[in-house]
């Protein structure tokens, strides 16, 4: 697949600790905010989303913290497992004349046994 | 259902020629999108489609790419004349118009020109 982590943040786990993957954003105008993963070979697929008037939700084993003072987003991982290992990005909707959806940089889980 | 289907999966290409990229988004889906995908840029927005119609293209990095939509099962993304610094990943995604926050990406095309 794309070799997308050569430039990426890296952030290491061992299986079964939480993992704290976090993202900067700079548009205000948004109205969501979403969480991708990427697994090697494949699109990136939705996990999660917050309203921008919403400062957390939660998933099944991931939970999505947004911090609107300081344009800071992150995503929390629960009890990580190996099949966790992707790259991670966040993305922005921006409402008003489609609902533009832009991607952010990505950052590399790895989930060491 | 069988996802969003794109065409072809690996594209090898000489520099001056031609590529066309083909996507079949999700029956039902009216929002497509096209990016692209590379180790320097990540994953780069470059037009996408509301209801087969073009929204916004300030993405798209020259006048040699060009993308279509005629009907609501099919798009094109053209580049004409490819150069070696387009290769990379080009995903095409599609989305429902009640639900916004969730693209459903294809398998993407490697393309690569050399």
């Known amino acids: 697949g794309e070799s997308v982590g050569l430039h990426l943040p890296t952030l290491s786990v061992q299986e079964g600790d939480n993992s704290i993957i976090n993202c900067a954003y700079s548009?205000?105008?948004?109205?969501?905010f979403i969480w991708y993963k990427q697994e090697s070979g494949k699109g990136p697929q939705f996990i999660i989303d917050?309203?921008?008037?919403?400062d957390k939700r939660q998933g099944q084993r991931v939970t999505v913290l947004l911090n609107k003072t300081v344009k800071h987003l992150s995503l929390q991982i629960a009890a990580t497992q190996p099949g966790d290992s992707a790259v991670y990005f966040c993305?922005?909707?921006?409402?008003?004349?489609?609902?533009?959806?832009?991607f952010g940089t990505g950052t590399q889980l790895k989930v060491e046994l | 259902d069988a996802g969003v289907i794109q065409s072809p999966r690996h594209e090898v290409t000489e520099m001056g020629q031609e590529v066309t990229l083909r996507c079949k988004p999700i029956?039902?889906?009216?929002?497509l999108f096209w990016y692209r995908q590379t180790m320097m840029r990540g994953l780069e927005l470059l037009i996408y489609?509301?209801?087969?119609?073009?929204?916004?293209d300030s993405g798209m990095p020259e006048d040699r790419f060009s993308a279509k939509m005629p009907n609501a099962s099919f798009s094109t993304l053209k580049i004409q004349p490819s150069e070696p610094r387009d290769s990379a990943v080009y995903f095409c995604?599609?989305?429902?118009?009640?639900?916004?926050?969730?693209?459903?990406f294809g398998q993407g095309t490697r393309l690569t020109v050399v």
């Open positions: 995604a599609s989305r429902r118009r009640d639900s916004p926050t969730e693209a459903f």
């Open positions: 548009n205000s105008a948004s109205d969501y």
């Open positions: 917050i309203r921008s008037n919403m």
């Open positions: 993305a922005e909707n921006i409402p008003g004349g489609g609902n533009k959806l832009t």
């Open positions: 029956s039902g889906h009216n929002s």
């Open positions: 489609f509301n209801n087969n119609v073009p929204i916004d």
